[in-house]
């Protein structure tokens, strides 16, 4: 039997964990950015796109892992034990896209490629790690992301900041930080892992992979833009800018992780009160952070490097993006969760067609090409016109949120057909507030002071926004009755 998994613990818990991980990350952030120049920058994230794709047929065992396992199927070993092995496969891909990356893109150091190769096995072990935890204890991906972040910063201090090691360090800091992850994962798996290696379960996994390729791939697209950015630019300084203002903007996505419990439950069989339940509390905290990342984008940036500060106008567009990728996230775990088809041994490919399993897939994907080909036009358009780095990235902000909400859209009409899931009851208390936050910080905003150093602009960053977060709070929750009672209910789940 699966674990009893809380909606509320779950949430406040790998929330919270997101949301520490939201100041050790920043500092990182500013670690990398003060390290490394715009081009290497860029090719760091390039590198991160090249892992991604080598590590691709993780994705395969990691979905039906965790599917197995919310249903009471406890073949964590099996599945840790044949993504490690899959790995080898994730290096020879990784060392060809390397080759072909390295030709195309000519800031690529094909020496700096190839030593970042130790991010895949580490990759494939942890994609298998988070899927064990996420069928049986969510609530762990939580504590694992602590473990995560604290081996981060203990490497990437004296390498980047004392050794100043560059880039190459901030490989090695990764590779700790992911490894940590996976080992605090298991560490906690709880019985997930407690069958035996099962061969046979492994090869039904790779045997009906076409499923998990179809709704993986659309995560590949997503991060592909950066890749191919790079392709159409000829270079990674472009790159380097919006990855700067695309890591502070992601922030505003940490919502999602109140979801933590819903696609586990709702793979139990859960109603459809916990998908609305969730989508309410994703808005309620989403809908702040998305506001108040756009409008302390200037000093935020200020805090990475000027050099990114034609990225002010892209942060505060991407932001709102970042909000309706947690949109449609809990749309698609909704779907997802909810979809039986995969139970039925006997179900034939006409019966996963008009699943909602494909129907997710087919609108990502479709997401995923019309993005990817609007980035690229984008870019060689801005290039051929001579159009501003600022003007690009701008651009590049709104093809990915006009993309989303368009597919959104799409998404929501098919979920009003999945069940009773009611708009969120206190949408307007959560915009109300965040207008008010919006008010506070930007006039705060203008008694920071830049030419003080680092630590100091980041204490009077976090004071102001701390004021904001307050303003916020006392709004919302003076007038929102059932939010007061949720976070109580979690408060009390988590440390009773």
């Known amino acids: ?11 406040l818990v790998v929330f919270a964990a997101r949301i520490a991980s939201v100041f050790t990350g920043l500092v990182f952030l500013v670690m990398m950015t003060r390290s490394l120049s715009a081009g290497e920058f860029g090719l760091y994230e390039v590198i991160t796109d090249i892992v991604a794709f080598a590590a691709y047929p993780a994705g395969l065992v990691a979905f039906w892992a965790t599917r197995d396992i919310a249903r009471g199927k406890m073949f964590g070993r099996t599945a840790l034990v044949l993504n490690v092995a899959l790995s080898a496969v994730g290096v020879a891909l990784y060392l060809a896209l390397s080759y072909v990356s390295a030709a195309r893109i000519p800031t690529a150091g094909f020496t700096t490629l190839i030593f970042a190769v130790v991010l895949v096995p580490v990759a494939y072990f942890n994609q298998a790690a988070n899927s064990v935890v996420a069928g049986h204890r969510p609530v762990v991906l939580g504590y694992a992301v602590i473990f995560s972040e604290v081996a981060k910063l203990a490497v990437a201090y004296p390498l980047l900041i004392v050794f100043k090691v560059g880039i190459d ?65 000829g270079g990674t300084v472009l790159v380097g800018h919006y990855q700067a203002a695309f890591s502070v903007a992601a922030l505003a ?13 709702l ?69 997802l969760g909810k979809d039986r088809v995969d139970v039925d041994e006997s179900a034939k490919f006409s019966d996963y067609l008009k699943s ?34 600022a003007l690009t990235l701008d651009y590049w902000g709104l093809a990915q949120l006009g993309c989303l909400v368009f597919f959104i859209s799409i998404k929501a009409r098919r979920v009003r057909k999945s069940g009773k899931l009611a708009p969120p009851r206190s949408v307007g208390y959560y915009i109300a507030g965040s207008g008010i936050m919006a008010a506070v910080l930007y006039l705060l905003q203008g008694s920071i002071s ?47």
């Open 1 to 11: 039997m699966g674990s009893q998994i809380s909606l509320r613990r779950t949430g």
């Open 356 to 389: 909602s399993i494909l129907f997710v897939a087919k609108v990502n994907i479709a997401l995923g090409v019309v993005y990817l080909v609007s980035v690229y036009l984008i870019i060689v358009y801005g290039l051929a016109t001579g159009l501003s780095a």
């Open 253 to 265: 996505g940490y919502s999602l992780y109140l979801a933590s419990a819903m696609y586990p439950l």
């Open 267 to 335: 793979l139990k069989g859960g109603s459809d009160e916990v998908a609305t339940m969730t989508l309410d509390l994703a808005l309620a905290f989403g809908i702040p952070m998305a506001v108040g990342a756009a409008v302390l984008a200037t000093p935020v940036l200020h805090l990475l490097s000027v050099e990114y500060l034609d990225a002010h106008v892209a942060l505060g567009i991407l932001a709102i993006a970042a909000l309706c990728v947690t949109v449609s996230a809990v749309f698609d775990n909704i779907l």
């Open 169 to 233: 360090g901030v490989i090695l800091s990764v590779m700790v930080a992911n490894l940590a992850q996976s080992i605090a994962s298991v560490a906690l798996a709880g019985a997930a892992p407690s069958s035996p290696i099962n061969l046979e379960e492994g090869r039904k996994w790779l045997v009906h992979s076409w499923l998990p390729i179809l709704t993986t791939v659309p995560i590949y697209l997503g991060l592909a833009d950066t890749y191919i950015a790079s392709v159409a630019a």
């Open 450 to 496: 830049y030419g003080r150093g680092t630590f100091f602009l980041a204490f009077e960053l976090v004071a102001v926004s701390a004021v904001g977060v307050a303003a916020y709070a006392a709004f919302v929750l003076a007038l929102d009755k059932p939010l007061r009672d949720f976070l109580l209910r979690a408060l009390r789940e988590t440390f009773a």
